[in-house]
């Protein structure tokens, strides 16, 4: 085992079992969730749960904390079987989770966002006994070691010491069972620390832990077991001691499809886009790469590696601090996503109804958005004769599935409306087009469409970007594949020659590793 394998503190834990889930199954229309999911967690012990985005790990805990309710299999908690109707129910069972984004109230103080709703009271039950209120946070902050005043409003705090008061919020709930999910994603390595020795202390007051991430380093410092799920379905648990980092990305991706066509089509040699020594935010840190006409470039990582924030910079919807962006050998200033649209790029948003379509319009509408000045006379007489003929002819080219050109977009499928956002930057006759998440939310057969489409773009001398949280999809479009973990670049590979593992080792390869 290597170094960077080998445990810090993590050890075999016999304890008694504070919860069971046995063959939970859930379905959503559609979607077959859960697939007779088996875990379970003992006190005292951290218990990794692991998978890729999709997985099933986030509604297997929504199940755990009375969110969902299963639609069969068995609950356990404290040896007996239990029904959650809703999460006050899993509270009350000491059950709590501390979720990836902080559900806190910046104008409250630390005191008062803990026990919110849930206030000591004095005066017949009338004002709220503040006294008491914050010697109660007090009390839980000195038992996790950490010097926050229960009066100090939490806006005002750091997002590691705004993590801390989701902690004390659960353990006021004499919590038993803590769910923490990417609990280290905005921390740096001094503010992780901390939090891995207030975990060790939890550990030793027989408190549960649920460990979720994607940072394998830290699984192999901070967890007891490890349970991997894999397409709604539970895969393997397994002690971390030993168990090497190569195992766990194995179990977490599966085999590689053996009929999974590669991307074809020859790319040319006329680079379109450059990006250098790119630094916008907190998620983008000195980026560079480059795209070249007839390309379509992977983006994996991740969630949280920093890909959308990438094309959101260039394209002028965030700030950019520092760094070139140059089209066609040009070096180019975008600070705003219309700079961006004259500049021939296109950003296609992975929340399409937010930023990629307005649902309340037609179909013509919409592909004709990005280009009304094209159908306009003396700048507001619309040319509709026109614009219907347009968008006819981009429903056809692209088999939008839509009874005319006038139906309101919110009623077409997941599908047809990522057609109608495509439609609009083609005749908006872009040459570089970032495609963000491009088919999630769509069904299978709408899926291959859209592959299609993209190669056939490519073919056609698009240049294309494509961010995908689905390993199998880049590695079917990608002629080239660049990795990014913690808002850096952490490696470029061959489209004919990557692998599943491959995209996942250079995916957890943090800064320490790849520096």
């Known amino acids: 085992m290597s170094s960077s394998e080998k445990s810090h503190g993590a050890q075999s834990v016999s304890g008694p079992k504070l919860?069971?889930?046995?063959?939970?199954?859930?379905?959503?229309?559609?979607?077959?969730?859960?697939r007779g999911v088996n875990f379970d967690l003992r006190a005292g012990e951290v218990h990794a749960l692991m998978g890729e985005n999709g997985a099933g790990k986030s509604t297997l805990m929504k199940i755990l904390t009375g969110v969902y309710q299963p639609d069969s299999g068995e609950i356990i908690v404290g040896g007996k079987t239990v029904t959650m109707p809703n999460p006050r129910a899993g509270q009350d069972l000491g059950i709590s989770i501390i979720h990836q984004e902080l559900y806190l109230m910046n104008h409250l103080t630390a005191a008062q966002n803990i026990f919110i709703g849930r206030e000591p009271r004095k005066g017949l039950g009338i004002f709220v006994d503040?006294?008491?209120?914050?010697?109660?946070?007090?009390?839980i902050f000195k038992r996790m070691k950490i010097d926050i005043s229960p009066e100090i409003e939490v806006g005002g705090l750091t997002v590691a010491l705004q993590q801390l008061v989701e902690i004390a919020k659960a353990l006021s709930f004499n919590s038993k069972v803590l769910i923490m999910d990417e609990p280290t994603s905005a921390l740096n390595e001094?503010?992780?620390?901390?939090?891995?020795?207030?975990?060790?202390?939890?550990?030793?007051?027989?408190?549960?832990?649920?460990?979720?991430?994607?940072?394998?380093?830290?699984?192999?410092?901070?967890?007891?077991?490890?349970?991997?799920?894999?397409d709604g379905q539970y895969i393997d648990t397994l002690p971390q001691e030993d168990t090497p980092i190569s195992k766990i990305i194995s179990l977490m991706v599966g085999r590689e499809l053996a009929h999974a066509s590669r991307a074809e089509g020859k790319v040319g040699h006329e680079q379109v886009l450059k990006v250098s020594g790119l630094n916008a935010g907190k998620m983008v840190k000195d980026v560079s790469f480059t795209l070249k006409k007839g390309e379509i470039l992977g983006f994996a990582g991740l969630m949280g590696a920093g890909r959308t924030e990438v094309a959101r910079a260039i394209f002028g919807a965030d700030k950019v601090q520092s760094g070139e962006i140059e089209i066609h050998g040009k070096k180019v200033k975008v600070k705003s996503p219309a700079d961006a649209v004259k500049q021939g790029l296109a950003y296609l948003s992975e929340d399409r109804k937010r930023f990629g379509v307005v649902t309340g319009l037609s179909v013509r509408d919409n592909v004709t958005l990005p280009s009304w000045s094209r159908f306009t006379t003396a700048g507001f007489l619309m040319k509709d004769r026109e614009m219907n003929k347009t968008a006819a002819e981009y429903v056809e080219k692209?088999?939008?599935?839509?009874?005319?050109?006038?139906?309101?977009?919110?009623?077409l499928s997941g599908g047809n409306q990522q057609k109608v956002v495509i439609s609009k930057w083609l005749l908006r006759d872009c040459d570089v087009l970032f495609f963000d998440e491009p088919t999630r939310g769509i069904d299978v057969g709408a899926k291959a469409e859209i592959y299609k489409l993209l190669q056939s773009l490519a073919e056609q001398g698009k240049a294309i970007v494509v961010i995908s949280s689905e390993l199998e999809e880049v590695l079917r479009l990608s002629h080239r594949i660049i990795v990014m973990c913690e808002g850096r670049i952490t490696g470029e590979l061959d489209g004919k020659t990557a692998t599943q593992e491959s995209i996942m080792h250079l995916a957890t390869q943090r800064q320490s590793k790849a520096a």
């Open 398 to 411: 692209l088999k939008v599935k839509t009874p005319s050109v006038s139906q309101i977009v919110r009623l």
């Open 190 to 230: 001094t503010e992780v620390a901390h939090l891995f020795a207030i975990i060790k202390d939890l550990k030793a007051n027989g408190v549960g832990i649920v460990y979720i991430t994607h940072k394998m380093d830290e699984v192999k410092q901070i967890a007891d077991r490890i349970t991997v799920m894999r």
């Open 19 to 34: 919860i069971e889930l046995r063959d939970i199954e859930k379905r959503f229309p559609g979607v077959h969730a859960l």
């Open 130 to 139: 503040n006294q008491k209120l914050n010697a109660n946070a007090a009390a």
